[in-house]
């Protein structure tokens, strides 16, 4: 008999870490309602995930849950405004602790995220702030695959000075222009 996959809707973490349970699978992308941004998303996101107990002396076990997810997620491009597909490859170790308060201390001195144990977790919801966390802030294609929009190219023209006339130049018009008079 192989042991019962942790349900990843209502995850009991501090029984998957006990066990040291081990899970994986695929979900839609256009589940991830906050990652679609009102896009139509194809494609899954597959992630994983291992329960850890390491022992602590004199302590209770520190209860651990390692996570991976990877997905591709279309974004417009804020140089062309093409469609760009950025792929996202997240993997986060998180330490889960009795309670807000020492969450709080621990995460300050910790490059590990670290947060209060939940009664239970809801996996789908967490992978989802990941896949937000791991987006980039301003999303370009690393070459655009087509120039800028032939608009933005004529401001570019427009913007450029006229070449400036020689001081020099200047005075000597100047100076043909009064006839050879001082002003007083």
Do not use: Y
Not at 4 to 10: A, E, I, L, S
Not at 116 to 134: G, K, Q, T, V, Y
């Amino acid at each position: 008999m192989s042991p019962r996959q942790p349900n990843p809707r209502k995850l009991d973490v501090a029984a998957v870490a006990a066990g040291a349970a081990a899970s994986q699978g695929d979900w839609p992308l256009a589940g991830f309602t906050r990652v679609a941004d009102g896009t139509d998303q194809d494609g899954e996101v597959h992630w994983s995930l291992r329960g850890e107990s390491r022992p602590s002396p004199g302590r209770e076990p520190q209860v651990w849950l390692h996570l991976s997810a990877q997905a591709r997620v279309l974004r417009d491009c804020q140089r062309c405004l093409e469609r760009v597909a950025l792929d996202l490859d997240l993997t986060r170790s998180l330490r889960f602790v009795a309670d807000e308060a020492t969450a709080e201390l621990l995460d300050a001195d910790s490059e590990d995220d670290v947060l209060m144990l939940p009664r239970s977790l809801d996996l789908h919801d967490l992978i989802e702030d990941e896949l937000l966390l791991a987006l980039p802030i301003v999303p370009m294609h690393e070459v655009c695959p087509q120039h800028l929009p032939t608009a933005a190219g004529r401001l570019a023209d427009a913007a450029e000075p006229a070449p400036a006339k020689s001081p020099f130049a200047v005075l000597s018009g100047l100076k043909r222009g009064s006839g050879g008079g001082h002003a007083t």
